[in-house]
């Protein structure tokens, strides 16, 4: 599977960016997508993941009511709309997959669970 972000940029603080993660490979709706992110100097941390149906969805608490996840399993592409973005979301975004939809909330949260991995979009937001 290869993972292929996009949607980052520069903006300013309070407005909006839609991050994409387009994904290659068989039966992408079998995969259990996520979003992490890396701010200079600071470990990798969960954003946001979502099972292949998308009914279920989890969100850190820094982002919860700002983020979306969704995904569409026809385009084989997890999107990771941003609200109300704050210097504090400027990062380095990066999407993820791992084959299953049975994890526990707390396994996908972490970084180690995901076996493929996006190039990363910066996101910049500027105060």
């Known amino acids: 599977v290869q993972l292929q972000a996009s949607g980052g940029g520069l903006v300013q603080a309070g407005g909006s960016l839609r991050l994409s993660c387009a994904a290659s490979?068989?039966?992408?709706?079998?995969?259990?997508m996520g979003w992490f992110r890396q701010a200079p100097g600071k470990e990798r941390e969960f954003v946001s993941a979502?099972?292949?149906?998308?009914?279920?969805?989890y969100y850190a608490d820094a982002v919860k009511g700002r983020f979306t996840i969704s995904r569409d399993n026809a385009k084989n592409t997890v999107y990771l709309q941003m609200n109300s973005l704050r210097s504090e979301d400027t990062a380095v975004y990066y999407c993820?997959?791992?084959?299953?939809?049975?994890?526990?909330?707390?396994?996908?949260?972490?970084?180690?669970?995901?076996?493929?991995w996006g190039q990363g979009t910066q996101v910049t937001v500027s105060s």
């Open positions: 993820a997959a791992e084959v299953g939809s049975y994890f526990t909330a707390d396994a996908l949260r972490k970084a180690n669970l995901y076996v493929y």
């Open positions: 490979g068989r039966t992408f709706s079998s995969y259990t």
């Open positions: 979502s099972y292949w149906s998308a009914s279920r969805t």
